[in-house]
Structure formats: C-alpha cells, structure tokens
C-alpha cells in the first residue's frame, strides 16, 4: 500500500526523509513561484500605469482620471522589485545556497546573457522605430557599462547580478569556500566607477556609466526577504490581517506618490511597509496539486515575459492609453492595455521556453 507523501501549509511535499540540515532547502516552495509569477505580472500592471502617467505629464490638471489611474496602478504594485530582491535574498541565502563559484557564474550568466540580447533588440527597436536619444554604437556601449536606454526595464539586472554575488559570496566564504573568481568579479564592479571616472578625467572622453552596481536597500530587501520567506507559513487567520496592513500600506504609498514624488523610491519605508505585508500575506501559500504544473510553465515564462514586455507596452501604449478619456474609458483602456501586453508576453516566453531558447531570452 502506497501511502501519499504529507503536505505541509505551503504546499511543500514532505516526503519522509532522514532529518538533515539541508533537507529544507530541497523542498520545493510553489508559495515562492507564486510570488514571482504576481511579481512579473504585477511589474507589467506597473509601468501601464506609467503610460497613463505620461500621457498627462505627470499632472492630474491634463486628465484627472488617466492621472490618478496611473498613481493608482504604479503604486498597487510598487511592492514587486522589492520582492524580487527579498526572493533573490531567500534563494541564496536559504532556498538553494550556491556550492561553489561556478554556480554563481551560471546564475549570473543566466541574467547577463538575456539583458545582452534583448538590449541589442531594443536598441535595433528603437532605431527602427526613431526613437533612439543617441547613436546606435554609443547606446550599445552604455549598455554595456550599465545605462539601459531604451530597455528601461533591464536595470534590474544591473544590480541583481552583483547582489546574488556578493551574498553568494559570503555564503561560499561561511562553508569554507575560497571563491577567487567570484572576489575578483566584485572588486571589479566595486572600482569600476571610480576606474571609468578617473579614465574619464585623465583623458578628457565622455565614458559611460558604470551601472553595475547594488544598493544598500536592495541588500536590506534581500537579507529581510530571506528572514520573511524562511518563516513558518503564515496561519489562515493571520492573512486577513496582513492584507489589512498592505491595504494601509498602499493608501500611504499613493498619498505619497501624489503629494512627494512620482515614482516613489523603492528605498521608501512606505513601500517596505507594504512589501513586508505582502511577503506575510502570500508566506506559505498553499497551491493545489492541480494547479501546480501550470504554475510552474507560468513561473519559468516570467523572466522572459519581463524582458520583452515593453516592446508590447510602447507599441500599443500609444493606440490604447489617452488623457482625454472619462472614467470608464480610462478604465477599459487601463485593461486593455494590461492584457495587450501582459498575455502576449507570457505567450512568446512559454514558445521560446520549449523551443530551447531559455538561456538566450529568459
């Protein structure tokens, strides 16, 4: 008699198994894939809310509802980079520590090979579209170095590839590890803008940026994201409250978008406010067996559908997105675009994803 496997409140199976540190790390956390998978969906509902924002030039005086839309979505999902930092930060630290310095490569590499694809197809984008802001070599070269015109988005990347090595790095250093590749790469980046800087004054060229670089916030993200994600999940009872809390969280972050600043930093205490509430609510999830396998199709396509999303965005942003339109339309328009964009996304992720091409595209 086949006796099923326990399931714990995440979802996690629990096959019975000796007891070993590391045995929590191997169950897989479907609560994490869930969070990606609103995390990539919730960045896409992000920056429709930026299109809404620019249409008006950031005033609610050219379309007061195109306006407060804008503030509206930017700020329901302001919470989702923070979380790809606490996620990175579990990951590392927790989920699936690194065993040696060639696994950092290849978690590097799989960032740093789809951002160098996908700046070059942006940038062919925009210079088919004419809406390159320089020469096409000179953006190439910023790209580079860190400036990521016009794929806005990748910047990202630019600090998620020096986080997960610095933290790698410590965790390789706590087991005994001695990680020279992986020291060498962070000196680089550490002196890279100062070296650029000083090449720039001792001979009078215009260098790029040097843009890979992690802030002290998204470390604190990462570390803080770890703690969090690594708690027991969250009981049913509790969720209600933590969702009480993002709902405070959120109406503050709006508040402050529109009367301090737009976008709000995400170094904001409002923001890791609602970010902490977030990871609380979704903490330990538990996802139905069912759903599990279109779960995971969904969470391996979220990383590609972030990379080409804004192809889709500005291309029918301009078709879709209006200042002069009432409530309703604002509304419509405000869907519209969101599926326009975010399905077709997903769609061209999941097609290259069985095609093999993972590795290039994301």
Same mark, same amino acid.
């Given at each position: ?165 610095? +933290? =790698?790095? &410590? @965790? ?11 020291? #060498?790469?962070? %000196? $680089?980046? !550490? ?58 969280? +959120? =109406?503050? &972050? @709006? ?11 995400? #170094?904001?205490? %409002? $923001?890791? !406010? ?89």
């Amino acid at each position: 008699m086949t006796v099923p496997a326990p399931r714990n409140g995440s979802g996690r199976v629990t096959t019975p198994a000796p007891d070993t540190p590391d045995r929590a790390r191997r169950e897989h956390r479907y609560d994490i894939d869930v969070l990606r998978v609103i995390c990539a969906c919730a960045v896409i509902v992000g920056h429709v809310g930026g299109e809404f924002m620019n249409a008006v030039d950031r005033s609610p005086d050219n379309g007061g509802p195109a306006y407060w839309t804008g503030v509206f979505l930017d700020s329901l999902t302001s919470w989702a980079v923070p979380t790809y930092f606490a996620i990175a930060g579990w990951a590392v630290l927790v989920g699936a520590p690194p065993r040696n310095g060639a696994t950092l490569r290849t978690r590097s590499l799989r960032m740093i090979v789809p951002v160098g694809v996908w700046s070059a197809v942006y940038l062919l984008w925009g210079r088919w579209r004419g809406t390159n802001d320089a020469p096409l070599r000179e953006l190439a070269v910023d790209a580079v170095f860190g400036t990521v015109q016009p794929a806005y988005h990748l910047w990202y990347f630019y600090a998620h590839v020096p986080l997960i090595l610095l +933290l =790698g790095c &410590v @965790v390789l250093l706590r087991d005994g590890r001695r990680p020279w590749g992986v020291v #060498a790469a962070l %000196l $680089v980046i !550490a002196a890279g803008p100062t070296a650029l800087g000083d090449v720039g004054e001792l001979t009078g060229w215009d260098v790029p940026r040097f843009g890979w670089q992690t802030g002290m916030y998204s470390l604190v993200y990462a570390v803080c994201g770890a703690l969090l994600c690594s708690l027991p999940a969250t009981s049913r009872r509790h969720r209600g409250w933590w969702w009480v809390g993002a709902a405070v969280s +959120l =109406g503050a &972050v @709006v508040w402050s978008q529109h009367r301090i600043h737009f976008v709000i930093p995400n #170094a904001s205490v %409002l $923001v890791a !406010a609602l970010t902490a509430c977030v990871l609380m609510a979704l903490t330990g999830l538990r996802v139905p067996d069912r759903v599990r396998p279109v779960l995971s199709r969904l969470t391996g396509a979220g990383l590609g559908a972030f990379m080409c999303h804004v192809l889709l965005l500005k291309t029918f942003a301009p078709r879709i997105v209006s200042a002069d339109s009432g409530w309703a339309g604002t509304v419509v328009a405000a869907v519209a675009l969101t599926l326009a964009t975010a399905v077709p996304a997903f769609a061209a992720s999941l097609l290259w994803g069985r095609l093999g091409l993972r590795r290039y595209l994301g």
